[in-house]
């Protein structure tokens, strides 16, 4: 059984409309998802291991791939111009996955990705919140911004 996600017809025109309208911080959030959900995906893999039905490693591999491609081009993004304090610790962070994710990998332990999926779904976290007090400020009369 494949379990990755087919995206075709109105989904795919669904996908493209909602990156092409996105604004960078919303690309962010979805490039944490995806990480998210392939991480997933490269779970369940494991999970059959465990219970005796017959895990494709082809597909935990794609899987796994596809997280640290994620995890690349997030690195590769980071504006050290705009704020370089934030983004050596991103770096450090994404760099920190990379080689958690190498470590899934090699070891394929369902703690491993446990780990992963939530030090990713912090950062999501953490990048909303930062999405709202952005909207907020943006939205404070002149007389509050300082």
Known sequence: MQIKPK????N???LKNMVESASPMQLIVLLYDGAVQWLQMAKKEIEK????????????SHNIDMTLKILT???ESLNHEKSEDLS?????L??????????????????????AIDIIKNLKKSWQEAMVEK?????APM????
């Open 94 to 115: 994404y760099e920190f996955l990379k080689n958690l994710v190498i470590k899934v990998n090699a070891y394929k332990k369902e703690t491993d990705i446990d780990d």
């Open 49 to 60: 291991n465990s219970t005796r039905k017959p895990p494709n490693w082809t597909e935990f």
């Open 143 to 146: 007389s509050d911004q300082v």
């Open 135 to 139: 909207s907020k400020a943006s939205k």
């Open 73 to 75: 081009h997030l690195q």
């Open 12 to 14: 795919k025109q669904y």
């Open 88 to 92: 050596e610790k991103l770096f450090s």
């Open 7 to 10: 995206i075709t017809g109105k």
